[in-house]
Structures are given as C-alpha cells and as structure tokens.
C-alpha cells in the first residue's frame, strides 16, 4: 500500500498503522455482513448527467505566475529529477 | 544490431507453421478547439506551458467540466466504425508520473462511450472488430536532459511541458483479429482515413495526434488458443508499425522455438536499432485502483443529438471508394481498385470525381491523382478541380502528351497556375497532326529497313519510331497519333 | 475594541450601507482584535490585513460614489485555508502546500468578495480537512474560544473558533462528514451543510469530492441564511453544480414550525452525553410548544454511515491528494531520482492522519478488496439514502444532536482515531445522502460548554430546515458564559 500511495513508513509507523488500520477495518465489519445484493452502488449524491462546457477558448495562466510556484523550473518548463521508468 | 529487413507480410514466409495475432489500441487525438476539460486551446507546437490553466495543470481545488465539442466528435468516430453508442461514465486510472498533472488519468474503463463496432478492411476485404473507442485526457510530454541523445535512461534530469495535458483523445481498441503487419497497416490507413473523414481528428502521425499501441502474440498455425501478449507502446509511424510487430512475432517465435516462454510485458520499440525491448517500469504488474470520477456526472447522450451528430458526419471511405469504383465498369479488384483504395485513404477521391463530373476521364483523373497529386500532396491545395479537369481534358484530347501532361500537372501544383497557361509557358502547344505526318514521313524515309521490318509485322518497332519522331518534335508530339499514323501508313 | 466588534452581519452591512459606520473602521476594529487575541486562539493561519483594509475602502468608495456595495457589504469573513485565494498563500495546514500562492480564486471566495465582504485571511483546519479537532494541522492547534484547553472541533475549527470569538462576523468553511457542523456545535454557534450540489466545489481543496460542501459559519441563524444565499447558486465550472435556483431563505425565516413535521433519530440519541440528549428533548419540546408535530422516529441505516464514510473517504482522498508529488508546485524533498522524490517529497510533507488516510483509501481501492470495500460501501451508501427517504415520507425535518459530547481537552482523543472518528458519527450520514443539515446552538452542557442540535432535511430541503433553525434559535438559552478574551 504505501509503495501504491508514494509513502515510506518506518517500521514503528507501520506496526502503529497496521494496527489502527486493522481497527478501523474491523469497524466495518458491520457493514459487511448486510444483504446489499439488490442494491446498487451510489457513486455521486446527484443524479446529473450531460454536464457540458461550449468548446470555446477562455484565458491560460502566465507562465511566469504558474512557474514561479514550482520547485524547480528550466526552460519555461518543470525541472524534475530523473525519470527511472516509463509511464506504466 | 539487429536485422531490419523484416517482410511486412506478416509470418508467413519467414516463419512458417505459425501464425502472428495483432490487436491495436489507437490513441487519436480530437479537433476539437478547447482541450477536453477545459477551455484551454488544442493547438500543437506552441511555447512550452503556455496552453495551461488550474484545470490542466491539476491546481488544487480545480474541476474538469467536459467539452462538448470533443463527446460530439467521440460519438462520430463510433458511428463511423458502427458502435453502440450508450451511456457511459469516466473513471480515474491512478498512477504516479510526472507528466500526469494529477497523477491520475480521467478515462473510460468500465464502460465506454462507443463499443462493439467493425472495422472492413478494404484491400484485403477482412472484418475486424472494434471492441470500444473511448474518451479520455491526453498527458504533458517531457524532455531529458543530459546522458545519451535525449533518451529518458541515463538521462540528468527531465523538463515538462503540460500544453498537451488534456488533450482530448478516443482510444480505439480492436479485437485481436489481425494477422499480419501488412493488415495491421490497411487497419491504421483505413481507420485514420475514417478519422479524417469524420473530421475527428487531423490524423497526422508525424505530429503526434494518432498513436498505435500493438499487442502481439504467435501461436502455431491451425491453434486456437492465444499466446502470450507483449505490448509494443507508441508506435509513431506505419513504418515502424509494421517493422515493430515483425520484429516482435519473430522474437516470441524464436523464443519459443528455444524451449522458452514469451512473458507478458510492455516493449518498447527502438526505431534506430530496429528491436523491441521491455520497458523498465518499476511495477511490472501495476494496480490502477480504478474507480469512479466524483468531480464528473455520466454521459447519456440522447438518440435525438446521435442522429444529429449522425448528419455531420462526411462520406465515409467506404462509401467514398464506392461513388468512384461507380465511375468504372467492374473494378472490385486489380490496379484499378488499388488505385481507387490510394485515391479515397490521400483525401484525392474529391478530385477525381469532380473531374469527371466536369466531363474529363475518369481512368485518367484517377490515373493523374494517384502518381503525380499524391507524389506532391502537401500542394494539393492549390489544385482546383476545374484546373485539374482542365488538364485531363488537355490529354486526353491529345493536346498534351502525357509527359507533356505530367510535367505540367507538376508545374500547377507548385504555382496554382491553370493547366493551358502552363502548357503555354512550357511551349508545350500540341503539333497538328499535318505537322505530325511530315514528321513520320521523315522518320520512315531516314530509316527503311527497320520501316520494313515494322511492315512486315515486327510490332515492337513501333516504339523506335515513335522515339525518333518525339526527338525531332522535341517532345510536343502526341505518341498515341503518331502511333496510329504508324499503322494507317503500313497497310 | 471598537463598536463594530460582536455585531452580526445583517447589522453590520445595513450600518455600513446607511454609512453610519465605514467599512474600514470595521475592518480596522476586527483586525486589530485579531492581532491582540489570535496569539491565544491560533484561528488564523493567514492575516490578509492590506488586502482587507484595501477591499473595506472600495466598498466605502462604492457607497460613496452612489453604488451597490452588495449584500454583505464591509462584513468581515474569514475563509478556511482550503479554499484557494489568489497570489495569496494557501496551506491546507499542509507542510506539502506551504507558502502555496494559487493563481486562482474559488468561485465561493469570488462570491463572497463580489457581495462586499472583506475577507480577513485564511483559517485554521485539520490537514487537508482530516479530523474532528484541529489539532492535525501542521501549523498547531486552533483552541476553543470558551475554554482555551478545549478543542474547536474540526476539521472547520479555525473558522468556527474564529466566529465564535468576534474576529469575524461570518466564516466559510468545508463539510465532507460533519466539519462545520460539528465545530460550529462545539464552539457555540450557527454552521450549514448545504446540499450538495447547491454551493460551487470550485477552488475548494478536494479532500472527499462526492462529500465536501462548502458552508458558512454566523452567530446567528439569518446571518447564515444570509451568507447561504451569497454563496449558493450555479457555477459552471463544477460539474456537478446544480442549476435549480436557489430559494429565498431569509423570506421563509420568520414563518414559524407550525404544522412542520419533526422527527427525532433515535439512533443518534443513544451514544450522546447526558446533558446533549436532555438539550436536545428540551429543543424538541419547543418546537411542539410552537406548533410543530413531534415525534421519534427510527432511520437505521444511520448507524453504518461511519463504516461506509471511512472506505469512500479516505478512497477518494488517496485519489485527490495524488497531486501533491513536488513537481509543479509546494514541497520538494529532493531524492536520487523522480520515484524517490515522490516517496520523501509526500512522507515528509504529509502529517499522520493524512496518511493513514491514504493507505486506508489505497487498500480500499486496491485490486481485490474493491468490490469487497469500496463497492459495499457505495451499496451501504444507497441503503442510507433509503432509510433517509422512508423517514422523509412521514417527516419534513429530523432532529439529533450534532455531536455525542461538547468541546474535548485537547490531546484526549489525539492517539485513537477510532475514538475520534466516531465524534463525527452523527453527522456523516447527511454527507453520504448529499442532503443539507445543520447545526443550532442550544446553551450549555458539560463542562459548561456549548451543545449543538442538528437540523436534517432532505435534499435542497434548506427552506424548512432553515425554519426550524430559527425556532430552535428563538428558544434555545443564552450562553452566559464568557469568551476567553471576555
Ligand atoms: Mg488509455
Ligand atoms: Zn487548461
């Protein structure tokens, strides 16, 4: 899981996660053994669809105003540190 | 250095009793203005990071909302490839990389817009199945810096450009129904014919906007069964298309051939060295945790807007190849049809009909389109179909010589100046046919044996007359004319 | 202290627009009440001083030359740091976000300025809005303005604790499983969860996105109404907007509960402190005694809204919080190579509950506990919306306390998070329905700190739980005690 979620634990952290992971997993034991069969899921409170944008230009950001925030930058582009694999 | 001289028509012939299975996954980018979540431009080649906004760029607290435009054009490539086009939602496919702006990528995974849909080959007359096209957001590109030529291993450190981020894209995946690199070629030309067609899409492989990913497997010939797949990613050509997917079948052969078995990965194809190689991604078997898009409500286009959507579409290829193919008398196959299937996939079909219609000849409009038109196409432009109607009309009323005719034609591409002003300016007036005898009179008194020869039934000798008789007139005289005063002069 | 301080937003902007006071003198009195007593509170994480003198001046000029000032002219708000404000810093309470300037403004905080409010800065939150008390910021805690060893509540409690201590008439805050509701119960005053769909989501940092709502915080039922209306409204730059309009509340306030059907869940009773259940029937019996129908009823599905909220949640987040990888913007922790730089660039950035969150969420999501997890608890999420709708069948509003207990010390609940989470137990079930409630103050309870009744209605059901409010309010004892700086 924390290789999935980008995260390193040390193992005091891990022992402490797996624990209250457990407790809380263990808490949603009550829902587990309820008869949802003939329920289906809700993804979304609302029951919209065909929310739609015109296909009309509108204003980019500055480039300087959006660089000016990353870490680091070169090139009017992000800088970051080598890339050891293709994208999966 | 591997060897790059591999047949492109498919394993048969070079690795007989197997049999290569292809299935392609085309990721075509939409014409649409505005990307496919925000109205950020869709254009290519501008200064990096200057087409991005909070939404693109994957700002805190931003939200996509979807582009119209860009469903519209969707559902057009579903209908052109006869889909199902329904209900469907979009998903986050979630994984960590650095041209993704969100680190996840908003796509259709459970159900797409447009599925089960068909494909004819037209050269090889074969069916092939689409199995969905759907939509979703293209990512930013990056460069590498430092290390081998711009390679990302070995690189220093990379630069990202996020101006293609969410790019809209339909990604249409077939069924493995192909056979050989040659189909899967007809199946890209003829798919992207039908993109252009549908003004989905610019098609354009050489910028970028259609990208083939290959998935390929041998099994023994007469087998059912399906071998292991390996997945050659960004395929940018039809060239390396049909060399990568060679390669590849041969390498899975030849490893099964050696007691070894093909493991399922993803391969990258290596233009310069002509191999396929797998890519070094840390999680081979990579867990997605796809799940559905809160920030998005699901798309129900009604059959109101389908037929509506179903009107804007242009003439197909097929229909396309059959409103020239009408033009002829019998010509399912042969040089003719090759011609036709090369007319309609460079865009020239309009050309030769009009030509037509205008009441020059069609064999020789569609001749003309598809050696001289095609060889200059990025001219096209300037060619209008009355010029070009024109000109035809010029040669086949024996006005121009065809050299005459495709030296001109090859002059009014590259000025858009009319067929007759160009003649002109070449002194290319066709000699009358008085001119013409004297000519052949001369011809026939400088040389009488081979006249003899000729009368007495030695045909081929016709073609050194009519070569003496060009070289005295320089060219302007017609062949066929001098041809026929040949013969009415023998007998 | 000036006259302005302690003066609701309805009072201060009539002032304001009747020029009988400036909109800087009351920006200047807040403030300087802000500079004095903050240190004490820790509400703000931003004071955005110029910015607010600057804004206070061109509403002043506005009224001057003969314009609408807007709605809420010159009323000081505060606005929570997830809501993203431009070139001005944005944290989330996050190491990861620190010192963040957005290049955008949320279309709630664009509302609020066009009405005439003068933002005052960025408040205090739980990090990325995970948790009941405040104390998971990055930045320290935010204390309860009553009692300065007590919690505010959260993850909204910078906003609450600063409302309820004068520093600002008006806040906005964030309602993902109860955090404005439940701090607003805990600090003594009105917070709104409004259905969802109603408020713009645009520019508010996604923490849960088919959960977070944005709402507002007053001391005062029609204040909140008030600032509702501002912010309510379609906004085409969320999806999942709806372009209903939205209904006149303030109209509506004053109609009175007579006739109103009320139903009280007693399923959300059992769990809560002596002293809550007892406010709770005392607020039941004046709305009977004011002519609405009373009554118990049972909505059982609620009891499972804590196990559904703790797989969807945390799911969602573990997607949404997958941006911050120190590429474009915030915290780089530089390693060997772009997979090492997202590994300590997001441990070291993210706080605890942050991250037990992620996991939480990256397991419920993972191949082969996804249906088992994450679709359940979409399916547990459906039966919710169902018992809600049975009980709506018979009842226009239901009542329950919006938390089992008042304000805890601070550090009492900080290493269980079960025990944490379940202070939110009465409040996520709404947040699963996508439904409106809210939370009324009603006196005090144990510990001599405030208790909190909770208005649920169904969905865009704002009118009559907005009248309901208003009764409770009209009813409900003062709350005599004093504020620290009091
Ligand atoms: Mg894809
Ligand atoms: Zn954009």
Redesign the pocket.
């Known amino acids: 899981m924390a290789n999935l979620a980008k995260l390193s634990l040390s193992e005091e952290e891990e022992l402490m996660y797996t624990d209250q992971l457990g407790a809380i997993l263990d808490h949603a034991r009550d829902i587990m053994s309820l008869d949802t069969d003939d329920l289906l899921p809700t993804a979304h409170p609302l029951e919209l669809k065909n929310v739609f944008r015109p296909d009309v230009e509108t204003a980019?950001l500055s480039r300087e105003e959006v660089l000016s925030q990353a870490p680091a930058s070169e090139d009017g582009r992000f800088l970051v540190p080598r890339i050891l694999g293709e994208a999966p | 250095m591997a060897d790059n001289s591999i047949p492109s028509d498919g394993v048969e012939g070079f690795l007989p009793g197997w049999e290569m299975v292809v299935g392609l996954e085309v990721h075509c980018e939409l014409k649409t203005k505005?990307?496919l979540?925000?109205?950020?431009a869709n254009s290519f080649g501008q200064e990096p990071n200057t087409?991005?906004?909070?939404?693109?760029?994957g700002l805190p607290g931003s939200l996509p909302v979807i582009n119209e435009q860009a469903v519209e054009l969707a559902i057009r490539i579903g209908l052109s490839l006869n889909c199902t086009v329904d209900k469907s939602i979009f998903h986050r496919k979630n994984y960590f990389y650095p041209d993704m702006p969100k680190d996840y990528q908003v796509s259709q995974y459970e159900k797409a817009i447009n599925e089960n849909g068909i494909l004819e080959l037209p050269l090889s007359k074969k069916t092939v199945r689409i199995e969905r096209a759907h939509i979703e957001e293209d990512t930013g590109k990056s460069v590498h810096v430092g290390g081998d030529g711009g390679r990302i291993h070995g690189a220093d450190h990379s630069l990202v450009d996020y101006n293609r981020?969410?790019i809209p894209l339909v990604e249409i995946v077939s069924a493995p129904d192909l056979r050989s690199a040659e189909e899967a070629r007809e199946y890209v030309t003829e798919l992207r014919s039908i993109l252009v067609a549908s003004a989905a899409s610019d098609g354009k492989m050489e910028e970028g906007s259609l990208r083939v990913d290959a998935n390929v497997s041998v099994r023994r010939q007469g087998s059912e069964e399906f071998g292991t797949r390996c997945e050659i990613k960004n395929l940018n050509s039809l060239r390396s298309l049909t060399r990568a997917i060679g390669y590849e079948a041969r390498r899975q052969v030849a490893l099964i051939e050696a007691g070894e078995r093909v493991v399922q990965q993803t391969r990258h194809w290596n233009e310069d060295q002509g191999i396929t190689s797998a890519m070094r991604s840390k999680e081979e078997a990579y867990d997605y945790r796809y799940f559905p898009e809160p920030d998005l409500v699901p798309l129900e286009p009604s059959t109101e807007w389908i037929s509506e959507i179903r009107t804007h579409i242009g003439l197909l290829p097929a229909a396309r190849r059959e409103r020239l193919t009408a033009l002829f008398s019998d010509v399912s196959s042969g040089p003719v049809y090759d011609q036709i299937v090369t007319a309609v996939g460079l865009g020239l079909d309009d050309l030769v009909v009009g030509a037509a219609e205008n009441g020059a000849d069609p064999r020789l409009a569609l001749a003309r389109a598809t050696n001289e038109v095609a060889s200059d196409i990025g001219n096209l432009p300037r060619l209008t179909i009355e010029k070009f109607s024109d000109l035809i009309k010029l040669e086949s009323q024996s006005k121009l010589s065809a050299t005459q005719a495709k030296t001109v034609l090859g002059k009014m591409l590259e000025s858009g100046a009319d067929a007759a002003g160009v003649a002109k300016s070449l002194g290319f007036e066709a000699l009358d046919s008085t001119v013409i005898e004297d000519l052949v009179d001369q011809v026939i008194g400088s040389s009488p044996k081979e006249w003899e020869r000729f009368s007495s039934g030695e045909d081929q000798l016709a073609g050194f007359f009519v070569g003496q008789v060009m070289k005295l007139s320089k060219g302007k005289a017609d062949g066929k004319i001098v041809t026929s005063l040949l013969r009415s002069k023998r007998s | 202290m000036g006259a302005s301080v302690g003066l609701g937003a309805s009072e201060i902007a009539e002032l304001v627009r009747s020029k009988e006071i400036s909109a800087l003198e009351v920006a200047e009195e807040h403030l300087g009440l802000i500079e004095s007593q903050d240190p004490n509170l820790n509400s703000f994480l931003q004071l955005a001083s110029a910015a607010a003198i600057a804004a206070a001046k061109e509403v002043d000029a506005k009224i001057a030359r003969g314009e609408d000032p807007g709605r809420l002219a010159g009323v000081p708000i505060a606005l929570k740091d997830n809501l993203v404000t431009r070139g001005q810093t944005t944290t989330c309470a996050s190491q990861i976000l620190k010192g963040w300037k957005p290049p955008y403004s949320a279309t709630v905080v664009e509302r609020v300025s066009s009405a005439g409010a003068i933002a005052m800065g960025k408040t205090n939150l739980d990090e990325f809005a995970m948790g009941s008390s405040t104390e998971n910021s990055s930045f320290g805690p935010t204390r309860n303005p009553y009692d300065l060893n007590r919690v505010p509540g959260g993850s909204s409690g910078g906003s609450a604790a600063a409302v309820a201590a004068k520093f600002a008439a008006l806040a906005l805050g964030s309602d993902t499983g109860g955090s404005i509701r439940q701090p607003a119960a805990l600090c003594g005053i009105v917070g709104v969860k409004p259905t969802y769909g109603t408020v713009s989501r645009y520019g508010l940092i996604a923490f849960a996105s088919s959960l977070d709502q944005v709402g507002p915080f007053a001391r005062n039922v029609k204040d909140a109404a008030l600032l509702l209306q501002v912010i309510a409204g379609h906004d085409s730059r969320d999806s999942t907007s709806l372009e209903s309009p939205f209904p006149d509340l303030i109209s509506h306030l004053d109609k009175g509960v007579r006739g109103l059907r009320v139903g009280i869940i007693e399923e959300l009773i059992e769990g809560a402190a002596p002293m809550v259940g007892e406010a709770l029937m005392a607020s039941a019996r004046s709305l009977s005694d004011q002519g609405a129908k009373v009554e118990h009823v049972s909505v059982p599905a609620v009891t499972y809204g804590l196990s559904a909220y703790y797989l969807i949640a945390p799911a969602e987040a573990s997607s949404n919080l997958a941006r911050y990888d120190g590429v474009r913007y915030g915290l780089r922790v530089d390693g060997q190579d772009m997979n090492e730089t997202y590994v300590s660039t997001r441990t070291q950035g993210f706080g605890a509950e942050v991250k037990r969150r992620i996991m939480l969420g990256t397991f419920a999501l993972s191949s082969g506990y996804y249906d088992a997890y994450y679709v359940k608890a979409q399916k547990v999420r459906t039966m919710i919306i169902d018992s809600f709708q049975n009980a709506y069948d018979r009842f226009d509003v239901l009542l329950s306390p919006t938390a089992p207990t008042t304000a805890f010390e601070l550090g009492a609940k900080a290493s269980d998070p079960l025990t944490m989470y379940l202070s939110d137990v009465c409040t996520i079930p709404t947040n699963l329905a996508g439904h409106p409630a809210m939370s009324v103050p009603y006196g005090l309870g144990e510990n001599q700190m405030p208790i909190g009744i909770q208005i649920l209605a169904p969905a865009l059901g704002e009118v009559n739980m907005f009248r309901v409010a208003k009764a409770i309010e009209n009813a409900a004892p003062t709350i005599t005690k004093g504020l620290f700086w009091e």
Not at chain 2, 51 to 57: T, Y
């Open positions: 980019s | 505005t990307k979540f925000c109205g950020c087409n991005i906004c909070p939404v693109c760029l981020a969410g």
